[in-house]
């Protein structure tokens, strides 16, 4: 019998039942680096998702994890690469990014296409998600200031015309719920979408920026200290303290640069639709299924 405790465990995703030349081929091109995988089983998972693990013998690398994912792509299946010491870590956080990932839209760019300025602001937007703008600070109050005049009502218009939860958010979170599970939802985005979320989804904790709002208008700024990169990592620290536990309890999902540093050294990472070089660095890469799946990672 194979140690699970001291290998690494694959998994692959798909909406339908796992291609059997999709098996073959990850485990011809793992072979290739020396690492042979050995079946694990296949599962279904509520009737919308289906899966098959893997246990490799030793840890595998950024670089054999991309030329994986690859093959996997071909299949429109989603790859995802847990740490050996998982179980005995179990899972007590969900810690998620808003914009792009929870939601299906960046709001800030939304609320920016009302007065006709989304293209300026979505440029800084991708920019900094790419990881080419590192100050997000610097860039939020660039992007904010082009938001100065605009009316207060835009956000209602923004929430109710233009944002919706991504595929699977409803279910993710109540099985998170049914699990016992604290959620936490830390944005770059603003209190007022974050609030009706957090009353939408029974969230037990939101954490965003807040911006000022005089005379039923954006002023162009924002109050307070902006919640950055790395202020979403503090609140996540903050939340596995109070609960007794630390980091490699949590499971972290995002899709930009600024989520890194909350998603490093958690237990699973998720990245959503994300940019390439969160991608990357991330357990588990989401692209062909909903947030939900991410509930067969901790079943």
Not at 88 to 108: F, G, H, K, Q, Y
Not at 235 to 253: A, H, I, P, Q, W
């Amino acid at each position: 019998m194979i140690n699970t405790m001291s290998n690494q465990i694959l998994i692959a995703i798909c909406r339908e039942p796992i291609a059997q030349k999709l098996s073959f081929e990850l485990k011809e091109e793992a072979l290739q680096f020396g690492i042979p995988l050995h079946t694990e089983g296949e599962q279904s998972f509520n009737g919308a998702y289906h899966s098959e693990r893997w246990i490799s013998n030793q840890l595998i690398d950024a670089q054999q994890r991309e030329r994986l994912r690859l093959i996997a792509g071909k299949f429109k299946t989603d790859l995802c690469f847990l740490k050996p010491e998982l179980k005995a870590n179990p899972i007590r956080v969900l810690a998620m990014d808003m914009d792009s990932t929870l939601i299906n839209i960046e709001c800030i760019d939304e609320i920016a296409d009302f007065t006709g300025k989304k293209s300026a602001v979505a440029q800084i937007t991708e920019a900094t998600m790419r990881g080419e703008i590192k100050d997000f600070k610097e860039s939020l109050r660039r992007r904010v200031a082009l938001l100065e005049g605009v009316s207060a009502d835009t956000l209602e218009a923004v929430y109710q015309e233009r944002l919706r939860p991504n595929p699977g958010v409803a279910e993710l979170l109540a099985g998170a719920h049914e699990r016992g599970i604290y959620t936490l939802l830390v944005s770059g985005g603003f209190t007022f979408f974050t609030e009706k979320l957090r009353h939408q989804f029974d969230l037990k904790q939101t954490q965003a920026n807040t911006l000022e709002i005089i005379d039923n208008k954006l002023t162009g700024k924002v109050l307070g200290d902006i919640v950055d990169g790395f202020a979403k990592a503090s609140y996540l620290d903050e939340v596995c303290s109070n609960l007794g536990c630390s980091k490699v309890n949590s499971m972290t999902m995002g899709d930009g640069a600024n989520d890194l540093i909350m998603m490093n050294g958690s237990g699973i990472s998720v990245a959503y639709k994300a940019k390439p070089v969160v991608k990357e660095k991330a357990d588990a890469a989401f692209d062909y299924v909903g947030l939900d799946a991410a509930l067969i990672l901790i079943a």
